[in-house]
């Protein structure tokens, strides 16, 4: 029933695998008791189909610590993005900043206040996937306007409701607790996300698809079977698609979206405003299975942003760089993607 709690026990399973902490933790009786799930350990995607053939591990990320002899340069460095760079250590990455400050756009955030007493540059990343739906306008992003950064006005006003909140009387509270609309999926998550219901999960998933084909719809097998896929990124009819026709007025739009965060941007105070966009696993191993939009291609040769771009570098590699049950790069993604942003001439 409490919400803050099956908040917590949702993000330490879903980031117990890469954890790091000390064995003390480890062995406490929360973690032997609530943290023991194969959920995420081996994919989003295994944890969506438990098909025991794509139960591989997902190997943790580098690390990139900031070195205390590094020189001061007074230049920082933001990235607004989303699942691919989050929860990752970049402190270090970059050559030539002493802060990265990362900022989740698939949460609300801002308004951005920059210290105009140091250099600020940004990097908008996107996975392709995401490209399809992005609206500045409509973006969780709080703004405001330049006036207001420069004199400090108003901006507290922006995080405050307007008119007072009506306190909830007991009966509602009553409701809200045991009438809450969640609860069965927490008892779920309670009950049932745990391994020792792996193997019974794994068999009755293997059951279904050898003979019946059944999988859950927001999964896919590559046409190799080497990995699993997010079905919405194979799906012609889903807009997140590589695969649905993607015309050019469409993209005009994508542009214009585009140079609207740029303008607006580089006037709360940044120097340079760059665009890199990952490429949807599909569209790197997956492109001949149906017809390529070529989205992010087209997207790169027509935008006015300079662009920091790993497509062709990906499509070159033999090696794997994304996970196979998952729906993100594994580690050699993200440090390809690392040395190509340390490649693009930022300041």
């Known amino acids: 029933m409490d919400r803050s709690f099956i908040n917590r026990l949702k993000q330490d399973r879903y980031f117990d695998h890469l954890s790091t902490d000390s064995f003390q933790y480890t062995n406490s009786l929360y973690h032997r008791l609530m943290v023991q799930s194969d959920r995420?350990?081996?994919g989003d995607l295994y944890g969506l189909c438990y098909l025991p053939q794509y139960r591989f591990?997902?190997?943790?990320?580098?690390?990139?610590?900031?070195?205390?002899?590094?020189?001061?340069?007074?230049?920082?460095?933001?990235?607004?993005?989303?699942s691919y760079l989050a929860d990752?250590?970049?402190?270090?990455?970059?050559?030539?900043?002493?802060?990265?400050?990362?900022?989740?756009?698939?949460?609300?955030?801002?308004?951005?206040?920059?210290?105009?007493?140091?250099?600020s540059y940004l990097v908008l990343e996107f996975a392709e996937r995401n490209l399809n739906e992005y609206d500045f306008d409509k973006t969780t992003e709080t703004k405001c306007l330049p006036p207001e950064l420069q004199t400090g006005q108003n901006l507290d006003l922006l995080h405050k409701p307007s008119g007072t909140v009506q306190a909830l009387s007991f009966w509602q509270r009553f409701c809200n607790i045991f009438f809450n609309k969640d609860i069965s999926r927490n008892l779920e998550t309670l009950l049932f996300e745990n391994t020792i219901f792996t193997p019974s999960k794994e068999l009755k998933a293997e059951l279904n698809y050898k003979l019946i084909g059944s999988l859950p719809k927001e999964v896919v097998i590559s046409t190799d079977q080497r990995r699993l896929l997010m079905n919405a990124t194979v799906d012609m009819t889903n807009q997140l698609s590589s695969f649905r026709k993607f015309d050019n007025m469409e993209l005009t739009v994508l542009n214009k979206n585009l140079n609207n965060a740029a303008k607006y941007y580089r006037s709360i105070g940044f120097?340079?405003?760059?665009?890199?966009?990952?490429?949807?696993?599909?569209?790197?191993?997956?492109?001949?299975?149906?017809?390529?939009?070529?989205?992010?291609?087209?997207?790169?040769?027509?935008?006015?942003?300079?662009?920091?771009?790993?497509?062709?570098?990906?499509?070159?590699?033999?090696?794997?760089?994304?996970?196979?049950?998952?729906?993100?790069?594994?580690?050699?993604?993200?440090?390809?993607?690392?040395?190509?942003?340390?490649?693009?001439?930022?300041?």
Request: hydrophobic letters at 35%; proline letters at 5%.
């Open 40 to 42: 995420w350990r081996f």
């Open 57 to 82: 591990e997902l190997e943790p990320y580098k690390k990139y610590f900031k070195s205390d002899t590094t020189k001061v340069t007074g230049r920082d460095l933001y990235l607004i993005g989303d």
């Open 88 to 119: 990752k250590q970049m402190d270090g990455a970059f050559k030539g900043f002493d802060r990265v400050i990362f900022l989740d756009d698939r949460f609300p955030f801002g308004p951005l206040v920059l210290d105009r007493s140091r250099q």
């Open 271 to 347: 120097k340079k405003i760059f665009l890199s966009v990952i490429p949807n696993p599909v569209s790197i191993y997956e492109d001949k299975r149906m017809q390529y939009n070529h989205l992010l291609e087209r997207l790169e040769k027509t935008t006015t942003l300079p662009v920091i771009s790993v497509f062709d570098d990906f499509k070159k590699t033999k090696q794997n760089l994304f996970y196979r049950s998952d729906t993100h790069w594994n580690p050699d993604g993200f440090d390809k993607w690392i040395n190509a942003v340390n490649h693009k001439k930022l300041y």
